[in-house]
């Protein structure tokens, strides 16, 4: 078991694939951390990683030749495009009848 740090704008996926090598581990990850894999975490935040996970070697090998550390979590609705169109429009304050 190894207690790391939360970067900005991870999930438990990139936290799997960091230290696992591998998506699969990200369910048991939340288990022990008493979280929803949905939940957002902040940066600073504690998460125990722990041992006897599978892990994927090569995957591993990889992001640390590279020095890659995935962060792929949404803080908000940066990424998702604003609806268009006339389903999203609004009598009166962008859609004004004349």
Known sequence: MKTVTV???QSF???SIQYTGT???AFEIARVNN????DQ??????IIIPDGLTQSP???????ARKIVPATGLTGREGIPEPTGIGSMI???N???T
Do not use: H, P, W
């Open 35 to 38: 979280r929803s894999i949905t």
């Open 13 to 15: 996926l990139d936290l």
């Open 58 to 64: 090569k995957a591993l090998q990889y992001f640390e």
């Open 91 to 93: 009598v009166d304050t």
């Open 41 to 46: 975490m902040a940066a600073g935040d504690e």
């Open 7 to 9: 970067l900005m704008q």
């Open 23 to 25: 998506v699969y581990n």
């Open 95 to 97: 859609f004004i009848i």
